[in-house]
């Protein structure tokens, strides 16, 4: 087992598809990996390092920035069939064949895309706050409730305020765990 945490562990690079993805890897080496797809606006840093290092006491974690997103080269795909084919090259040019993969919000549609797309490279799929991969709120603003338009178009202060709005209710005991999250 790995003696790095979520905090310590070195950002790698792998290149596939033309693209330089960044990613980091630690944990438990036995079974097969858990692959994480990360959530709207979100990057390598922003998992909660606890939830990380819970699971990677157990087994292999790895999360990664896909195409065009932070430390990572090409250009975000405005599709998630496109996002997909990217985290699929991610992981293949990892040398994976088979994996678990866990994805939050706009990740685990992508994440159900690439089961969709392979489902040989899929043992387990783990969808976290997500909605179905068909889901055409990115088509127009169709489905964009006012309340929602208000939410994404505010100003926050620090910009990592918008988490607290949108992953974590009102109430006093979710803002509290939101900004012991923040914090992390």
């Not at 990664?64 to 084919?85: D, H, Q, R, W, Y």
């Not at 055409?136 to 603003?141: I, K, S």
Request: contains cysteine.
């Amino acid at each position: 087992m790995s003696t790095y945490t979520a905090v310590t562990v070195p950002t790698q690079f792998v290149e596939a598809n033309c693209i330089r993805f960044a990613y980091r890897r630690w944990g438990k080496r036995s079974g097969l990996p858990l692959v994480f797809n990360q959530h709207f606006t979100g990057n390598l840093d922003n998992w909660d390092p606890a939830v990380l290092d819970g699971l990677a006491k157990e087994r292999e974690v790895i999360i990664f920035n896909n195409a065009g997103v932070a430390s990572s080269t090409g250009e975000v795909p405005t599709t998630f069939p496109g996002m997909a084919k990217n985290a699929e090259a991610f992981i293949g040019g990892l040398g994976l064949t088979k994996v678990d993969l866990l994805g939050f919000s706009i990740g685990g549609m992508v994440a159900q895309q690439i089961t969709f797309d392979r489902p040989d490279l899929i043992r387990k799929l783990i969808l976290v706050g997500t909605a179905p991969r068909n889901h055409d709120a990115g088509n127009g603003q169709g489905h964009i409730t006012p309340e929602t338009a208000a939410i994404f178009g505010a100003t926050y202060n620090p910009p990592e305020n918008l988490w607290l709005k949108v992953f974590f209710t009102d109430t006093e005991k979710s803002q509290t765990a939101g900004r012991a999250f923040l914090k992390r």
